[in-house]
């Protein structure tokens, strides 16, 4: 049956689907598997377990096989995508809500280039002066620890929520226009909210 299966769409296994071929969830669970996995492992340096993101994302999973609408949305994969990292999202901000993350898992952030609304790939390495902690002296890891929990702080008193959410996913690899889907915002809000971020943080580092 499996084999039958893969010389469909998915949109069209959705219709088959809808039509009673209860087989078809099972095989779409399975198929998406690795992606749900794939999404856990980013999610996971926000702080979450990693067996429970699976099943949170294997969760948003059946909620777009279940309101999938091919009349309505521009692929199956697409809105399995956004229905994953939602899911996803909405669990890791439940279990943070009464812990703090330090600031050193946000590190990937600054190492990072984005892609801007215009197209371009901007370079967001705000942190070059903090080097490689391997490397640094006694006293230089104490500058940086001291520059890591301002920038910690930063993040806590500057930030709106929205900007922490945005911070939140862009550190796990999502560009804006991903951002903007999981959080239900316009591309156009959520850019100007990372270069706020951007703009706020690097007040810190020049200081």
């Known amino acids: 049956m499996k084999e039958e299966y893969q010389q469909y769409s998915d949109e069209e296994l959705m219709m088959r689907l809808r039509d009673g071929e209860t087989a078809i969830m ?6 998406y598997k690795n992606l749900v996995k794939s999404k856990a492992k980013s999610m996971y340096i926000l702080g979450a377990d990693s067996e429970d993101l699976i099943q949170e994302g294997m969760i948003g999973l059946f909620k777009a096989v279940r309101d999938f609408d091919s009349g309505r949305d521009a692929s199956f994969f697409t809105f399995a995508d956004l229905c994953i990292s939602r899911q996803m999202y909405t669990a890791v901000q439940a279990s943070r809500r009464q ?8 590190i990937s952030l600054y190492a990072t280039t984005q892609e801007t609304m215009e197209g371009s790939v901007e370079d967001t390495a705000l942190v070059n002066m903090l080097a490689l902690r391997s490397e640094l002296s ?18 806590e008193k500057e930030l709106s929520i929205f900007e ?12 804006y226009a991903q951002i903007a889907r999981v959080l239900g915002r316009d591309e156009k ?6 270069q706020r971020i951007k703009s706020k943080l690097r007040k810190v580092i020049a200081v």
């Open 138 to 155: 006694p006293e230089e890891m104490l500058i940086d620890k001291e520059n890591v929990e301002q920038l910690e702080r930063t993040i």
């Open 26 to 31: 099972d095989f779409i669970m399975n198929k």
């Open 189 to 194: 809000s959520t850019d100007n909210a990372l």
């Open 164 to 175: 922490k959410q945005v911070l939140d996913l862009y550190m796990t690899g999502m560009r």
């Open 99 to 106: 812990k703090h993350i330090p600031l050193n898992t946000y």
